[in-house]
């Protein structure tokens, strides 16, 4: 019985390490990126029951033409990024705009911190990415859904709904909300390099 655990934690994901990312991408080489940063989900398992993430885009709905995706591509030997030339399409993980060492791994989470590779066409050949960070905003595994939203929101399908005071993919951001009207709002902008809060 050990091994049908195994096949089915790994068939159902439970032993995945997270779920669900926020994605943070430099543009230093192709300027397209940085739109995708952006919060990536579980959508499907490949054929070789490795996780497809999905980016989160409510105006695409709930299909897998025209988004972005983190996916395993056996030819490459790599988990990919990619996303398809048309919104109506859908992306091939061996077309791929970034890519990770090459590995054989199930879990994308556990290359958080390793090398990723982004085509430059002016070397024509895949160069280090300067500027990639992924984490994981899982809230699903918190007793009460609320230990992962910083006590401050709701774990709803595996993400913060957060409290009225509070914005953020783990509801860590204050929107000083005085009186039910908003006098400081902080908004997180990307620059290309990182993320920064600002005031507005």
Request: negative net charge; proline residues 3%.
């Amino acid at each position: 019985t050990g091994w049908g655990v195994v096949i089915r934690d790994q068939m159902t994901g439970q032993n995945l390490s997270c779920r669900s990312f926020v994605v943070q991408f430099g543009d230093e080489f192709d300027i397209a990126l940085g739109f995708f940063s952006k919060r990536y989900f579980l959508s499907h398992f490949d054929t070789q029951r490795r996780p497809v993430y999905l980016e989160e885009n409510v105006a695409l709905g709930g299909g897998l033409e025209g988004k972005g995706m983190f996916a395993y591509c056996a030819e490459q030997e790599a988990w990919t990024f990619s996303y398809p030339n048309t919104q109506w399409n859908v992306a091939d993980p061996c077309q791929w705009y970034a890519k990770s060492i090459e590995t054989d791994i199930f879990d994308m989470a556990t290359l958080r911190s390793s090398d990723w590779f982004v085509y430059s066409s002016s070397a024509k050949k895949p160069v280090p990415f300067q500027h990639l960070n992924f984490h994981c905003v899982d809230c699903y595994r918190q007793l009460g859904g609320r230990g992962s939203c910083n006590s401050v929101g709701t774990c709803v399908d595996n993400h913060c709904v957060c409290d009225s005071e509070r914005l953020g993919p783990t509801s860590y951001i204050s929107n000083h909300d005085n009186m039910h009207s908003i006098s400081y709002l902080q908004l997180l902008l990307f620059t290309g390099r990182r993320w920064v809060a600002v005031n507005a």
